[in-house]
């Protein structure tokens, strides 16, 4: 096969093309507030009410983004009938029972990663999903981005030949006194679950799900991980293939991911889960590079709002570029490497 010219396009939509949606959000912290933001400015869905443990900053979070309705319970959030999908941004030890709340009370919901805290959790929320028949949906926003989709396209054409090595690594400095949550055993904390899912869960749009995992780290004072690296391999579909994965909270690495086959590699700077360029490099040295993206940084949390609303639009439940079987197969990866370093959360 010849070195391409060019790149092929993305093929994800416009955000501002899916049909509005009306939203609830869980938990107004970092995260969903970037979510918000996000939503606000490149998409046509509408954040509808807002619920905390503490009104004061529901209220403060609704101000903010001018949201109608701020509640002091979730137990309040989902049984408001305005809502239609509700958006779990809390801490990984709550993602189930808030998913669970939300999926009984009819609403579609979209869960923050990591999904749950472990596979038996995945489980119960995807069943239950399943039976009250809404949408459902893990919220890894790296799926949903333009240059993912280049990728996809590439790995599809075998523009790269067979695939031989995965690399991506995820690593910030995030001591306790800036995210104590992330050093907390009972909200889930530890990079792996917090940082190491996006370069496993790029892994298995990549290669699949492996099935030997090979692990080593080293935890924190608290007793969640610190830092974790893991070997991948026996891919069913790349019997040579092997993913190299690595996390950590207490070093800002370079964030980047490269995927190796017999013909060319594809390159993603830092930070690769994020709005990025895609290279392409020959084995000679020859490249080609994407255009630029059209938004930055967690403004590309709009693309996962907007697959999410346009899914409820058209009747389907789960996302076919991100099944529910495949966040379950992912979490059952993320078990067996914390297994392996001997993190054990509290009620597990």
Known sequence: MAFPHVLPSSRVPDPAAAPPLNWGIIAPGGIARQFASAVRLSTRQRIVAVGSRSIDNARAFAADFGVTSAYGSYEQLVADPTVEAVYVASPHSEHAAQALLAIEAGKHVLVEKAFTRNAREARKVVDAARRRGVALMEAMWTRFLPHTDVVRQLLADGTIGELEVFAADHGQ????????????????????????????????????????????????????????????????????????????????????????????????????????????????????????????????????????????????????????????????????????????????
Not at 252 to 274: H, M, Q, V, W
Not at 316 to 335: G, W
Request: charged content about 20%; overall charge negative.
């Open 173 to 348: 400095q995030i001591p306790p006194e800036r995210a104590w949550r992330l050093h907390d055993p009972k909200l889930a904390g530890g990079a792996l679950l917090d940082l190491g899912v996006y370069p496993v869960s790029f892994a298995s749009f990549v290669l699949g799900r492996p099935d030997a995992v090979l692990a080593s780290g080293s935890l924190t004072e608290t007793g969640v991980d610190r830092q974790v690296s893991a070997l991948l391999t026996r891919f069913a579909d790349h019997p040579h293939a092997q993913a190299l994965v690595s996390c950590t909270l207490a070093a800002k690495t370079p964030t980047t991911a490269t995927i190796s086959g017999s013909l060319a590699r594809i390159e993603l700077d830092g930070d690769f889960y994020a709005p990025n360029r895609v290279r392409l490099v020959s084995p000679s040295g020859e490249s080609i590079t994407s255009e630029a993206p059209p938004v930055l940084g967690h403004q590309g949390l709009a693309y996962e709002a907007a697959h999410f609303a346009q899914l409820v639009a058209d009747g389907f439940t789960e996302s076919p570029q991100l099944p529910l079987d495949e966040t379950i197969a992912i979490m059952e990866v993320l078990d067996e490497i914390r297994s392996q370093v001997r993190v054990r959360y509290p009620g597990e």
